[in-house]
């Protein structure tokens, strides 16, 4: 059955440095989401991505997040100058064509730890 | 106030009990999601609902759109069924979820 992949599984890096965090999604899926979760909490949004734009994007996604699509394959969330704030686990979903409404595929998680 | 609440926060179960979980919201919605996140991180999405019931092997998921309420029930549950079940809305005119806290089950066997 096809899934959504993610890597690294784990991400350990010194406060400031740039991070990306990488998402394969389920061929024919076009619509992308990203999520994060902090150790306790609940999942938040973070930013929506279709047709190779931000549809979408929350408080949180500021001007140091950012995610585009290099490759055609690859969807990617890139912090340019991480905080010890942004620990969290992130996760990817992926939507087939038609409606972001749909059933949400997830990926596995990257977990981010910034030290 | 939570746009999405859930209940209970935790709850613990014997092998082959009924398990029922709540989830109230308070925004206009195009869709309800219920998630399951296992030990280990993971998500996997077990209903998307607009309006009605849907079922799916030992699980059911309700909504009553006027209520602004959804639940989910695991029939004959077991303990392969502990894990973090997680109620998203899908906000009217948005595309975001909106998730609520969870609900930790843990069924015994």
């Not at chain 2, 991180?41 to 607009?50: E, K």
Request: some cysteine; aromatic content about 10%; hydrophobic content about 35%.
């Amino acid at each position: 059955e096809p899934e959504v992949t993610q890597t690294p599984s784990h991400q350990v890096t010194q406060m400031g440095q740039e991070v990306i965090l990488r998402c394969v999604p389920i061929s024919n899926h076009l619509y992308f989401y990203w999520y994060r979760q902090i150790l306790g909490q609940k999942v938040e949004f973070l930013v929506s991505f279709y047709n190779n734009e931000i549809s979408e994007k929350s408080e949180i996604f500021d001007d140091q997040f950012s995610v585009e699509r290099p490759d055609g394959s690859n969807f990617t969330l890139k912090i340019r100058s991480t905080k010890l704030e942004d620990s969290a686990m992130y996760f990817c979903a992926t939507v087939l064509a038609g409606s972001s409404y749909n059933e949400q595929f997830f990926g596995p998680g990257t977990r981010l730890t910034v030290l | 106030k939570n746009e999405v609440e859930q209940s209970p926060q935790n709850l613990t179960a014997q092998e082959g009990e009924f398990i029922t979980i709540n989830c109230s919201y308070s925004v206009g919605i195009s869709a309800l999601h219920w998630l399951q996140q296992h030990p280990g991180g993971g998500i996997v999405s077990l209903f998307m609902l607009s309006s009605g019931k849907k079922k799916h092997g030992r699980l059911i998921a309700t909504i009553n759109i006027q209520e602004k309420h959804s639940s989910l029930h695991i029939t004959a549950s077991h303990p392969r069924d502990s894990a973090v079940y997680i109620c998203a809305v899908v906000q009217g005119g948005s595309e975001k979820l909106v998730f609520g806290k969870g609900t930790k089950l843990t069924v015994n066997p």
